[in-house]
């Protein structure tokens, strides 16, 4: 079954970084948009960020811009997400997935997901 393996996340300050990572099995990302995406307890799933394969760039969502860093290595089929200066309200269950369209969330591939949790 073709899917994304998550790893990392866990435990972190205020204030410092984690690195989230996901590794495609069964398929490739090149081709495929990306996106990150979380889900705090009695919220609805969010995106954090969406790497776009028709132009290359990275869209990031306002409360992340400059602080959370996304990126992908097509050779490897691996994307991560680094996450800087994190805040107590950057506790999610964190997501990565792969497909053909994250604006719409027309994706195929999801990683099982991973708790990050911001708090002193």
């Known amino acids: 079954q073709a899917q994304f393996v998550q790893s990392g996340g866990g435990w972190v300050q205020p204030g410092g970084s984690l690195r989230l990572s996901c590794v495609a099995s069964g398929f490739r990302t090149e081709n495929l948009d990306i996106g990150w995406f979380r889900q705090a307890p009695g919220k609805e799933r969010e995106t954090v960020a969406c790497l776009a394969t028709n132009n290359g760039n990275t869209y990031y969502a306002d409360d992340v811009k400059d602080r959370f860093a996304a990126s992908r290595d097509n050779s490897k089929s691996i994307v991560d997400l680094l996450m800087t200066s994190v805040r107590p309200e950057d506790t999610a269950v964190y997501y990565c997935?792969?497909?053909?369209?994250?604006?719409?969330?027309?994706?195929?591939?999801w990683g099982q997901g991973t708790q990050v949790t911001v708090s002193s």
């Open positions: 997935a792969a497909g053909h369209d994250c604006w719409t969330r027309e994706l195929d591939y």
